[in-house]
């Protein structure tokens, strides 16, 4: 695996883990947190097995893959609502770039959609897609931990 893709694999498991960590009370805000852990839980799945911390597994990859884009088709939904919460890591540039934001989600389920699940190879490569569609939009509209 080419180390750019190892890098990306290794920021997105730590990504994972420290999206799981803030919870919010607001419900819009916690049920928008649940859908980002739903993604990130499974791109560290895919991740792990992309860099061979865990043995590739083709049904679990499928099913990571399948929740990552089921999950990505919700993002609109989920954020449509503005609400606020302490917790909540979404910058206030969602609302405002509306579109912007939505085609970043799209991308994100494009990107999972069109990952070749059936091999480790295949996850490999897909990773970056879906990794730089996680990344794009958390560099424009999500607050640093």
Known sequence: MKFATKALVAGFVMVAGVAIAAEATDPTVKARQELMDVIG?????????????????????????????????EIA?????????????????????WDDFVKKGDALKAAAEGMDATTLEGVQAGMAGVGGACKDCHTTYRIPS
């Open 41 to 73: 839980m499974n791109t560290g799945i895919l991740g792990k097995m992309a860099g061979g911390e865990t043995a590739f597994d083709a049904a679990a990859a499928e099913g990571a893959k399948a929740a990552i884009a089921g999950a990505a088709a």
């Open 77 to 97: 939904a989920k954020f449509e609502a503005q609400a606020a919460d302490p917790k909540s890591t979404a910058k206030e540039d969602i609302w405002a770039n």
